[in-house]
């Protein structure tokens, strides 16, 4: 059995901010009657990324702060057209995926693990999201 459906979040600024439940309420319906499988979500842009962090204290400012301190927007950047180019460097350093095993109908995260969108562009965007459970 395999399930497909592509979504969007809600926009959101430059960030990480944890999507968890706006997730679940995308891919409920294919979640449904899977006793053991796989969550792929794969994001369509180049300048965010996802991935699973703690969420119990969801230090979404230190994961951003840090990110910021790798790839400085200071750099002599060369592809400026949307401004200093750091977001397809953090994209690439996050990646564009994250992978969720299924037990018994429900993800199968870490007691605090959580799914989070890394927004790169200081502009609030609207992202989409091919999930594919498996």
Known sequence: ????KTFSLTKRAKGCHLVTEEVLN????????????????FIQHTSAALTVNENFDPAAPDMSMALDHVVPEQ??????DEGPEVSHTKTALIGPTVTVPITDGRLNLGTWQGIYLCEFRHASHTRRIVATIM
Request: glycine share 8%; hydrophobic share 45%; no cysteine.
């Open 1 to 4: 059995m395999t399930w497909q």
């Open 26 to 41: 995308h891919i409920q319906p294919g979640l449904r009657d899977v006793k053991a499988g796989m969550l792929y979500l």
């Open 75 to 80: 750099l002599p950047w060369v592809h400026t």
